[in-house]
């Protein structure tokens, strides 16, 4: 039997499955506004917003972050300035480019409405998009993306994951899928009809397996094509055990972002994890673990832009974590769980080279319980401005739906060109 | 609903996946079959390959001591000569050392974690395995910090594996105390702020705040013991954390080398002094001991067995699981004091351990070890085996944070993940299918859970390798 690729199969054999594969799959939806792009890197484990993004202006911050603490621009590994007060951390090249290039927004002393300090409830309030740890098993994302689809009355999918899995912020009810490379060998096409057949009364997996072909089709003339190989005796890579000092590898991750969302019928909204963020001990300044991170970071970025091309005018990055840091060093040279961090708006969409910040100071009486940043602004109202000025979420869901209880949260205007 | 509990719910939900011939050997009592294997010894796993956790960490030790002479050395060369000095002798030994202390820990996961798989594909105790399996998890350390490495499989084998059949309080005590997770939550360099050594090094003005690393302290609360609503506050973690300053491990790895190399270690002069009041109760300053009667409490605590019983049931029985259940476990957990086989006989005989099958969908890990056990596939030496693993998102001791892998349906059936399940099993057939008879092997790993639909897809397959496939690809082979 001849072998087709997966995505032939799909444009040829959709009619041969008798009408139990779901051809309406085959296109990804659009949002309220088709050209607009958005992505939402979660980084898991609490980003040091202090170190990221420097008040070294504050005088107060030298003291509190001893042998942490980032010299002033224009010293040997000094910060990247900003507007005089806020600088960047100096691994973060790209971005201090984009906030030249009016491309960036710094927002500080932000948090979302979690206020204890265990990665894994604030993770789940970040992504759940509600006041309260496991209020709500869907996220925010998907239900603004949920809000857009209703009124198209069609169930095609807006949003990937860049991963295996979807995580919280994408579950709910809108259709997603997600997708990541491959190193098996894909189906012939008459195994896979039989599957699909053999899933016709499950309806879970009926829909991931329709999602996972949709999303394939789409990578395979995306992505560059993975190596098969078989599997069970398939010897690991060398590079596939963590090794002390080797950043993080997003440019994989990067890329088939980008082969989605440059094309016209592709998802308009991705979202992957960065990790690594939790730099209890030995956490470095201008070199050391977070550096490292953070150049691994600030390189993806650089190669989302470039992978996207002329989709970079019309996309917005939104990078979040769960919460941040103790505005002092700890007893070994890392910090513990705090309060408010940073975050920050990217992209060719984005009105930037602003620093947004209603700064509440790092002195003793002005922290946090004592000892974090004490957060001043809701991370809802930056997501509310982005969800509203670049997919066209009405006010409505943004209230009722996407993050329900949040007046108090008044979403951020103009952070988008108009 | 079922009528009686079925073979198939047993070796599927409570097991690693049925082996040919196993169901049968359950027969009419699947209770009995897992009370069985909660009697005697708990099975240790035997490998002349595998060394202890202070083994391994001394080899790092000394490794990096090696290390940091030869940069000495290298350093030294550097600025007495010439800057043409590539071939520097000490120069080329940094490099060797450097090489030296990355190949350490290598070996050991690879032979660590086939080792584990191994035992998990040809056990005939799979209900005890995958007891082993949730106190791993529960208790979690990830490979993706380097030294964890080297020794995440030293604390399964040393801490969980002697105490999965024995009292919670015991395991508890020996997981904190493991090198694995003083080095994984940072706890072996927190130092007092009024101990000895913060003193000396004050004096010694090195411009560096001396103090404690709250992260040990804060996971013990949050997922160790009370979880996140057990009713702790920021003052109980800061406390708890200064209550076990000093744990710590022997040899060069804190600020004062002493003490055997790699073993657990009290440094006294890292404890802050001084009475602690945690969760309200006072501790008198026993140095080491204090630590340990923090830990005695936390074990007995109500929201202990609460949390406990919660994890427990979501893991065997159902993502959102039934409060009676949870009730009757934690309900067992506080009267026997702990007593795990207590509690996990509490876990088989609650009816909604047996009315909801196939309500749980298996983790990648799940899937590969009830693969290798149905078609009776040997694990190979070497790392090739854990190949799949890695590629369906699940590699060993990999959870990536110290709440452990998550244990919802929802976390592992995206449709990228299900696709992998697919081709992986796929990969499988072709590999074997000529060698095994899925229509055959069909009924003998599913039992009752066999639908008709999967016995007439596979009964009608194109060859014997995609009958292979369907069996692995089918709904209830999806889930347990």
Same mark, same amino acid.
Request: hydrophobic share 40%; charged share 20%; glycine share 10%.
């Given at each position: ?71 002033? =621009? ?54 759940? !998009? ?116 080797? =950043? ?35 956490? !470095? ?134 | ?19 040919? !011939? ?156 493991? =090198? ?31 103090? @404690? ?94 949390? @406990? ?31 795990? =086989? ?5 876990? @088989? ?79 499988? !057939? ?51």
């Amino acid at each position: 039997m001849r072998t087709l690729k997966r995505r032939e199969f799909l444009h040829a054999g959709a009619l041969a499955l008798g009408g139990t594969f779901l051809t309406s799959r085959l296109a990804f939806a659009s949002t309220g506004n088709t050209k607009s792009r958005l992505v939402f890197i979660v980084m898991r484990g609490a980003l040091d917003g202090l170190a990221a993004a420097p008040p070294y202006g504050d005088s107060d911050y030298a003291g509190l972050r001893r042998e942490l603490a980032l010299k002033a =621009p224009g010293s040997p590994g000094g910060v990247l300035p900003l507007n005089g007060f806020f600088g960047l951390h100096p691994s973060l090249t790209f971005l201090h480019d984009s906030y030249t290039a009016r491309e960036l927004v710094v927002f500080h002393a932000i948090a979302s409405p979690y206020r204890e300090r265990s990665h894994f409830d604030g993770q789940d309030v970040l992504e759940n !998009g509600s006041s309260q740890a496991h209020a709500v098993q869907t996220g925010w994302l998907n239900r603004a993306l949920a809000s857009l689809q209703s009124g198209q009355g069609q169930s095609k999918e807006l949003g990937v994951a860049l991963g295996q899995n979807i995580p919280l912020v994408m579950r709910g009810p809108a259709s997603v899928t997600s997708w990541s490379p491959s190193k098996l060998a894909a189906l012939d096409d008459d195994t896979l009809e039989r599957i699909t057949d053999l899933y016709a009364g499950d309806p879970l997996l009926a829909a991931r397996l329709g999602d996972a072909l949709a999303a394939d089709a789409i990578a395979d003339s995306a992505a560059s094509p993975m190596q098969a190989a078989a599997a069970i005796g398939d010897a690991l890579p060398n590079q596939s055990l963590p090794q002390r000092g080797r =950043p993080m590898r997003y440019t994989e991750l990067v890329r088939a972002a980008a082969g989605f969302l440059r094309r016209d019928d592709g998802p308009q909204v991705a979202v992957f994890d960065t990790t690594g963020w939790d730099t209890h001990a030995n956490e !470095g300044n201008a070199e050391g673990q977070l550096a490292g991170r953070l150049v691994a970071l600030d390189a993806g970025l650089r190669t989302l832009k470039e992978e996207l091309g002329p989709a970079w005018a019309d996309t917005a990055v939104v990078l979040a974590t769960e919460f941040g840091r103790t505005a002092a060093t700890n007893g070994t040279r890392g910090t513990d769980h705090g309060t408010a961090t940073a975050a920050f708006l990217l992209g060719g969409a984005v009105q930037g080279g602003r620093v947004l910040a209603d700064w509440p100071g790092l002195s003793a009486h002005s922290l946090y319980q004592g000892r974090d940043l004490k957060p001043t602004t809701d991370l809802r109202s930056v997501l509310k401005g982005v969800l509203s000025e670049h997919l066209l979420v009405s006010s409505s869901a943004l209230e009722t739906s996407v993050f329900p209880n949040s007046a108090d949260a008044r979403p951020i205007k103009d952070l988008l060109r108009g | 609903m079922l009528e009686r509990p079925s073979p198939a719910v047993a070796a599927n939900r409570f097991g690693l996946g049925a082996r040919p !011939g196993e169901l049968a050997q359950i027969g009419s009592q699947p209770r009995d079959w897992l009370r069985a294997q909660l009697a005697g010894a708990p099975p240790l796993v035997a490998d002349s390959e595998l060394r202890s956790s202070a083994e391994t960490l001394a080899r790092a030790l000394d490794a990096r001591r090696e290390l940091r002479a030869a940069k000495r050395a290298a350093a030294a060369e550097r600025t007495s000569q010439s800057s043409d000095t590539a071939d520097a002798p000490n120069q080329a030994n940094a490099l060797a050392a450097l090489t030296k202390v990355g190949q350490i820990y290598r070996p050991v996961y690879i032979a660590e974690a086939s080792a584990r798989f191994r035992q998990a594909a040809s056990t005939d105790r799979p209900f005890v395995e995958r007891l082993t399996y949730f106190w791993t998890n529960h208790f979690a350390v990830s490979i993706d910090k380097n030294i964890v490495l080297g020794l995440a499989g030293s604390l399964e084998r040393e801490a969980i594996r002697p105490n999965v059949l024995g009292r919670f309080s015991d395991m508890l005590l020996a997981v904190e105390r493991h =090198p694995a997770m003083l080095l994984y939550l940072d706890n072996h360099m927190s130092v007092g702020p009024h101990s000895k050594a913060a003193r000396l090094l004050g004096r010694r003005q090195s411009g560096r705040r001396v103090g @404690i690393n709250e992260n040990l302290a804060r996971e013990t609360l949050e997922l160790h013991t009370l979880g996140v609503h057990g009713g702790y506050t920021q003052a109980d973690v800061t406390t708890f954390a200064e209550v076990i300053t000093g744990w710590s491990i022997g040899g060069d790895v804190g600020r004062f080398p002493r003490g055997e190399p790699g073993e657990f270690l009290f440094r006294p002069e890292l404890h802050e002094p001084g009475a602690k009041v945690v969760l309200g109760k006072r501790y008198a300053d026993t140095g080491y001991d204090q630590g340990v009667a923090v830990l005695r409490d936390l074990a007995a605590n109500t929201a202990t067995a609460h949390f @406990i019983a919660t994890k427990l049931a979501r893991h065997f029985i159902a993502d959102d699981p039934p409060a009676r259940a949870v009730e009757r476990i934690a309900n067992a957990f506080l009267s026997s004091d702990g007593h795990l =086989p207590t509690v996990y006989r509490a876990l @088989i005989e609650t009816p909604e351990s047996w009315t909801q099958p196939l309500s749980k969908y298996k983790t990648p890990n799940d899937y590969i070890v009830s693969t290798f056990r149905g078609l009776e596939l040997p694990v190979d030496a070497g790392r090739s085996p854990l190949a799949p693993f890695e590629v369906m998102g699940q590699r060993t001791y990999s959870p990536g944070s110290p709440a452990g892998w998550p244990d919802r349906g929802a976390d592992w059936d995206g449709a990228s993940a299900l696709i992998k399940r697919i081709e992986w099993a796929d990969a499988v !057939g072709q590999r074997v299918g000529s060698r095994r008879d899925a229509v055959a092997l069909a009924p003998q790993l599913l039992g009752d859970s066999l639908t008709p639909a999967t016995r007439t897809a596979i009964a009608r397959a194109a060859s014997t390798s995609q009958a292979v496939t369907l069996l692995l690809s089918s709904p209830e082979f999806m889930r347990r």
